[in-house]
């Protein structure tokens, strides 16, 4: 599985950005797809995750601000941010699970947010 993520940019405080990961190759038996995002020595961190059953799961900080969505057949993810803030300025990734005998991970090379106050 490929992923080429896109969408990011600046944009001042309380603006809003639509992050786009189209995937590429075989998607078959992807579970779980997903967005986390990384700042300069820290960890890389969930944002927002999206079950094969369409369970959604997201970062406390997020919350209510970003929703996470996908096109039907899987190929491509979104993250709708919203209301954003100088604290969500990271370099966002997209990220694919398969479930095999272990999780297999995909990501995207990363695309970088930038909010100012």
């Known amino acids: 599985v490929q992923l080429q993520a896109s969408g990011g940019g600046s944009v001042q405080a309380g603006g809003s950005l639509r992050l786009s990961c189209a995937a590429s190759g075989s998607i078959s038996g992807i579970n779980v797809m997903g967005w986390y995002r990384q700042t300069q020595g820290k960890q890389r961190e969930l944002v927002a995750t999206?079950?094969?059953?369409?369970?959604?799961n997201y970062a406390d900080s997020v919350k209510g601000r970003f929703t996470i969505s996908k096109d039907n057949a899987k190929t491509a993810i979104y993250l709708q941010m919203n209301s954003l803030k100088p604290e969500d300025t990271a370099v966002y990734y997209c990220?694919?699970?398969?479930?095999?005998?272990?999780?297999?991970?995909?990501w995207g090379q990363g695309t970088l947010v930038t909010v100012s106050s």
């Open positions: 990220n694919f699970k398969r479930a095999t005998i272990i999780w297999m991970d995909y």
């Open positions: 999206m079950f094969s059953d369409g369970f959604t």
